[in-house]
Nanobody
Framework: QVQLVESGGGLVQPGGSLRLSCAAS????????MAWYRQAPGQQRESVAV???????NYADSVKGRFTISRDNAKNTVYLQMNSLKPEDTAVYYC????????WGQGTQVTVSS
């Protein structure tokens, strides 16, 4: 079993920045795909950013140029740097790890509001 613990969410004004972190409980990190998803109230969960074991990345069109996903395999941690935040980025953000099995974190709330 792998546990994923997200941190870094909070309340930020439009145009601001946040960095989310997701730490895995044990070292299976290097050969797996990691991703950030989000779910806004009344909406389906959607993929925001993906990073493969080789470091290739992919982003939702809505966040391209504003969000950056990265990983530190030595720390078993994946990050999501979010810049130029908009009110429509408000959601619960979830970390996902996919190897032999798929694991999810508990989610962290991001609220963008003035």
């Amino acid at each position: 079993q792998v546990q994923l613990v997200e941190s870094g969410g909070g309340l930020v004004q439009p145009g601001g920045s946040l960095r989310l972190s997701c730490a895995a409980s044990r070292s299976i990190f290097s050969g797996v795909l990691m991703a950030w998803y989000r779910q806004a109230p009344g909406q389906q969960r959607e993929s925001v950013a993906v990073i493969t074991s080789s470091g290739s990345t992919n982003y939702a069109d809505s966040v391209k140029g504003r969000f950056t996903i990265s990983r530190d395999n030595a720390k078993n941690t994946v990050y999501l740097q979010m810049n130029s935040l908009k009110p429509e980025d408000t959601a619960v953000y979830y970390c996902m790890l996919r190897g032999i099995a798929t694991y999810w974190g508990q989610g962290t709330q991001v609220t963008v509001s003035s």
